[in-house]
Nanobody, 126 residues
Framework: QVQVVESGGGLVQAGGSLRLSCEAS????????MAWFRQAPGKEREFVAG????????TNTDSVKGRFTISRDNAKNMVYLQMNSLKPEDTAVYYC???????????????????WGQGTQVTVSS
């Protein structure tokens, strides 16, 4: 069954904005969305941003240069990614990564996560 679901992707022009959402399936225990990765054609999966149980965040500043902001809603067990000033090089499938338990550690590698969504496509035109 699908346990982690992303939404909010789409087609935008360069300079535009999108807001991605990630949630665990209703009724699923011990699945906590925590981070966003992305994967462009022909490239490896890349860490974008993460947020831990205490609200601490980490972003891939080399890639997004502070243009993206991650946040969460604990009551809904949801995580969001606000993407501003989008560039064509941001085009990728964006994946939500989840863990079994919250942690202060935000892993920037895929091995640190237990569950993955199937991705939402973000396309930025020039």
């Amino acid at each position: 069954q699908v346990q982690v679901v992303e939404s909010g992707g789409g087609l935008v022009q360069a300079g535009g904005s999108l807001r991605l959402s990630c949630e665990a399936s209703e009724g699923t225990d011990s699945i906590y969305p925590m981070a966003w990765f992305r994967q462009a054609p022909g490239k490896e999966r890349e860490f974008v941003a993460g947020i831990n149980w205490a609200g601490g965040t980490r972003t891939n500043t080399d890639s997004v240069k502070g243009r993206f902001t991650i946040s969460r809603d604990n009551a809904k067990n949801m995580v969001y990614l606000q993407m501003n000033s989008l560039k064509p090089e941001d085009t990728a499938v964006y994946y939500c990564a989840a863990v079994r338990v919250w942690s202060l550690v935000i892993d920037t590698t895929p091995r640190g996560y237990d569950y993955w969504g199937q991705g939402t496509q973000v396309t930025v035109s020039s």
